[in-house]
């Protein structure tokens, strides 16, 4: 039973006060103890990624996410602005060196992925897992083991960064899509590879916190794109993803290793065609779900036989349509 906007007004406080009462915790450990600045942003990141990944059970509708990732942003806003606050909680988000936006990126990312994943868990809770644990695994990994660097847009990052970035995004694929999807273990290895493969390369290009939005972003439609694909194309896309990842390892490589002299500012040159490259990868990618789905409609409609019985033909179309504009594909069911 759904219920109101004043039913769900205790959930939405609760969501808030959790926040505002973790960042009060967080910054009364950091005036005592003065733990790593990055470790800290990266525990407030956690626990608020994993708080969002709870809203498809928590609310019932859009309007309660959107106002609370409303308040969200603009609680980091006066983080920023406001002296005070920016002087005691302020600081558990803004002690990194780095300029970094990405506090106020995520509420917005949350908010756009419950909207257009509508419900369906595994569409919601993949990317959002993904930016919350990968995430946080590339940059501790990276700062405590990170040996081998290369070059970014936004300075400098380091290979074992992204392979934990890697490595963890594959299991906050794969159990989403066992648990609440009807995909083949094929689907589900084969996609959870390509995905992460690809958010791994988008990840490790992003500048100033703006992974925290195109991250989720990219990763909702990568995994739309991909469920709607054959096997054999997935697989194909999955190999071609696999060499590419292989070329860029070589690149960055050769960046980390014959390019030290080069500036941080002069060296986005090189990281830019990778980048590049990557994103015309995914746009063919989506665009070959798109084209999957185009032709189950197209076999839906045809099969109901809406042509030749407009009567009996128009509630057919809708019953065979519905699932396929909701769940993405014909071949995965979504629970």
Same mark, same amino acid.
Request: aromatic share 8%.
């Given at each position: 039973?759904?219920?109101?906007?004043?039913?769900?007004?205790i959930?939405?406080?609760?969501?808030?006060?959790?926040?505002?009462?973790?960042?009060?915790?967080?910054?009364?450990?950091?005036?005592r103890?003065?733990?790593?600045?990055?470790?800290?942003?990266?525990?407030?990141?956690?626990?608020?990624?994993?708080?969002?990944?709870?809203?498809?059970?928590?609310?019932?509708?859009?309007?309660?996410?959107?106002?609370?990732?409303?308040?969200?942003?603009?609680?980091?806003?006066a983080?920023?602005?406001?002296?005070?606050?920016?002087?005691?909680?302020g600081?558990?988000?803004?002690?990194?060196?780095?300029?970094?936006?990405?506090?106020?990126?995520?509420?917005?990312?949350?908010?756009?992925?419950?909207?257009?994943?509508?419900?369906?868990?595994?569409?919601?809770?993949i990317?959002?897992?993904?930016?919350?644990?990968?995430?946080?695994?590339?940059?501790?990994?990276?700062?405590?083991?990170?040996r081998?660097?290369?070059?970014?847009?936004?300075?400098?990052?380091?290979?074992?960064?992204?392979?934990?970035?890697?490595?963890?995004?594959?299991?906050?694929?794969?159990?989403?899509?066992?648990?609440?999807?009807?995909?083949?273990?094929?689907?589900?290895v084969?996609?959870?590879?390509?995905?992460?493969?690809?958010?791994?390369?988008?990840e490790?290009?992003?500048?100033?916190?703006?992974?925290?939005?195109?991250?989720?972003?990219?990763?909702?439609?990568?995994?739309?794109?991909?469920l709607?694909?054959?096997?054999?194309?997935?697989?194909?896309?999955?190999?071609?993803?696999?060499?590419? $990842? +292989?070329?860029?390892?070589?690149?960055?490589?050769? *960046?980390?290793?014959? =390019?030290?002299?080069? %500036?941080?500012? @002069?060296? !986005?040159?090189?990281?830019l065609?990778?980048?590049?490259?990557?994103?015309?990868?995914?746009?063919?990618?989506?665009?070959?779900?798109?084209?999957?789905?185009?032709?189950?409609?197209?076999?839906?409609?045809?099969?109901?036989?809406?042509?030749?019985?407009?009567? $009996? +033909?128009?509630?057919?179309l809708?019953?065979?349509? *519905?699932?396929?504009? =909701?769940?993405?594909? %014909?071949?995965? @069911?979504w !629970?």
């Amino acid at each position: 039973m759904t219920r109101n906007l004043f039913e769900q007004s205790i959930d939405i406080l609760l969501v808030i006060s959790s926040v505002a009462a973790l960042m009060a915790i967080l910054s009364i450990y950091q005036r005592r103890y003065h733990p790593q600045p990055e470790a800290l942003r990266k525990l407030m990141h956690v626990a608020s990624g994993l708080l969002a990944a709870t809203f498809p059970w928590l609310f019932d509708s859009t309007l309660p996410v959107i106002i609370v990732c409303t308040i969200s942003l603009i609680s980091m806003v006066a983080l920023r602005r406001v002296e005070l606050l920016k002087r005691s909680c302020g600081a558990v988000l803004g002690g990194v060196q780095r300029r970094s936006l990405g506090e106020m990126y995520f509420p917005v990312a949350i908010g756009f992925l419950y909207v257009l994943t509508d419900g369906q868990k595994a569409f919601y809770l993949i990317p959002i897992l993904v930016m919350t644990l990968a995430d946080t695994a590339a940059a501790l990994i990276g700062i405590r083991f990170g040996r081998h660097s290369f070059r970014t847009l936004d300075g400098t990052k380091s290979v074992e960064g992204s392979v934990a970035f890697f490595v963890t995004a594959l299991p906050c694929i794969v159990v989403p899509l066992s648990v609440w999807t009807s995909a083949t273990p094929h689907q589900i290895v084969l996609t959870s590879v390509l995905v992460a493969g690809l958010l791994t390369v988008i990840e490790a290009g992003s500048w100033a916190g703006i992974d925290n939005f195109v991250v989720p972003s990219v990763g909702f439609l990568l995994l739309r794109a991909s469920l709607n694909l054959s096997p054999e194309t997935l697989a194909l896309h999955t190999q071609t993803a696999l060499l590419a $990842a +292989g070329a860029t390892a070589i690149f960055c490589t050769l *960046t980390a290793q014959g =390019l030290r002299t080069v %500036t941080v500012q @002069s060296s !986005r040159g090189y990281w830019l065609p990778v980048f590049l490259v990557t994103t015309f990868f995914c746009l063919e990618l989506v665009q070959s779900g798109n084209a999957a789905l185009q032709t189950d409609l197209n076999d839906a409609i045809a099969a109901s036989g809406a042509d030749s019985h407009p009567s $009996a +033909g128009s509630a057919d179309l809708v019953a065979s349509v *519905t699932p396929i504009i =909701l769940n993405g594909t %014909t071949s995965v @069911s979504w !629970r």
